[in-house]
């Protein structure tokens, strides 16, 4: 007797039956043994219908695919509207914060530009964080070289307005790195840095 014919044997078998419709079959094999000599006696074979168990798992496989691929677009709409809100959402706060400084306007009129742009701010940090929300998963694609020192130069002339504000000055002292990565992220990652680095300094005049 070889040694498969000791060993129980089971597995998936898929077709198409006579009536042309799908089919799937659990089958298997199990040796018994004589329990006085230990001889091989007989086989029990048995088949189990499992078409609704397939049909049921093949259904989930399409959902999950589905649910991922709208996920993903999902994420990119995210990805392209919070991108594209950032330059009019920064160009309003401001043209309101030069209007505050320049006009010749009445305490309640600078009240309510004071409102608004702290309103400009807070859409801002929403857009933020679906923006990060939405290139959470791109982390390792379109790495490019990206030179810190004109990065930080870039984010400082884009957020001259609250540096200005706040009358802080950013400084970069020695030679800054060129990093492999994402330069979305790189952006992202210098932009938080040096903005929560001024909001929460408690210098009158941060560096």
Avoid: W
């Avoid at 000055?169 to 979305?184: A, F, K, Q, S």
């Amino acid at each position: 007797i070889s040694a498969n014919e000791k060993q129980a044997i089971e597995k998936e078998e898929e077709f198409i039956n006579r009536k042309g419709l799908y089919h799937a079959e659990l089958r298997g094999t199990i040796p018994l043994f004589d329990e006085l000599t230990g001889a091989l006696r007989e086989y029990f074979c048995y088949s189990i219908d499992i078409t609704g168990r397939k049909e049921a798992e093949k259904k989930l496989e399409d959902t999950v695919v589905a649910l991922s691929r709208a996920n993903s677009e999902l994420k990119q709409f995210g990805y392209v509207v919070s991108h594209d809100l950032k330059t009019p959402l920064r160009n309003i706060s401001t043209y309101l914060q030069i209007l505050r400084r320049k006009a010749a306007l009445d305490d309640e009129c600078n009240d309510l530009i004071e409102q608004a742009v702290r309103s400009v701010k807070h859409m801002s940090s929403m857009i933020q964080d679906i923006f990060m929300y939405a290139s959470s998963d791109q982390v390792n694609l379109h790495r490019e070289e990206v030179n810190v020192a004109a990065l930080i130069s870039v984010i400082c002339e884009n957020m001259a307005s609250l540096l200005e504000e706040r009358k802080a000055e950013v400084r970069v002292i020695g030679d800054m790195p060129v990093l492999n990565m994402n330069r979305t992220h790189a952006h992202h990652l210098f932009l938080n840095l040096i903005t929560n680095g001024v909001k929460y300094n408690q210098s009158d005049t941060p560096v």
